[in-house]
C-alpha cells in the first residue's frame, strides 16, 4: 500500500466500524468464569487460591481462573511506592478487600465511592518473605461501573 493512501484506508476502517457497531451490544473483554463475593473468598481464601493452582499451567489459550465481584463499593485508593494503584473495596455487607491494578497509577472508573463490578483474580500476599501470615488479595483483571 502506498503512504499516500494510508490516511484514506484508516478512515474507512474507522467508518466502518462505527456502522458495525450497536450501542446495547457491550462484549466482554475479559471473560469472567464464575461469580464470588467477599464474604465467600474470605470464608477460606487458601482454598480457593491453592484450587486455581490445580488448573495449571495457564497460558496463552489457557488463561487462569478469573471471578466476577458484582456490586464493589471503592472504599478507598492510593499509589503505591512501586507505582501500583492499590484499591480497597467494600461489598455489601460490610466486608473489605483489597485489589490491586500493576503498573497504573490511575482509572478513570475507580473513584472514591464508585459502585463497580470486577473481574479479578485472588492470590496471597505475605508482607514479610519469612513470615506464615497472609492476606488475600484481588489482582484486577477488569472493571466496569455498575449500570442502573
Known amino acids: 500500500m502506498k503512504l499516500k493512501n494510508l490516511d484514506s484506508f484508516v478512515r474507512s476502517i474507522k467508518e466502518g466500524a462505527k456502522l458495525q457497531r450497536t450501542p446495547d451490544l457491550k462484549p466482554y473483554l475479559v471473560k469472567p468464569d464464575t461469580t464470588l463475593t467477599i464474604a465467600e473468598l474470605l470464608a477460606d481464601p487458601k482454598a480457593i487460591v491453592e484450587g486455581q493452582k490445580l488448573l495449571e499451567p495457564c497460558g496463552r489459550g489457557n488463561p487462569g481462573a478469573r471471578y466476577l465481584f458484582e456490586r464493589m463499593y471503592v472504599f478507598s485508593t492510593e499509589v503505591t511506592p512501586k507505582g501500583h494503584l492499590e484499591v480497597t473495596f467494600r461489598q455489601g455487607d460490610g466486608e473489605k478487600i483489597k485489589a490491586t491494578l500493576f503498573f497504573t497509577t490511575g482509572h478513570p472508573i475507580l473513584k472514591d465511592e464508585a459502585e463497580v463490578n470486577v473481574v479479578a ?27 442502573r
Open 121 to 147: 483474580k485472588p492470590y496471597l500476599y505475605r508482607k514479610e518473605k519469612h513470615n506464615a501470615d497472609f492476606e488475600v488479595r484481588l489482582r484486577l483483571l477488569a472493571v466496569s461501573p455498575v449500570e
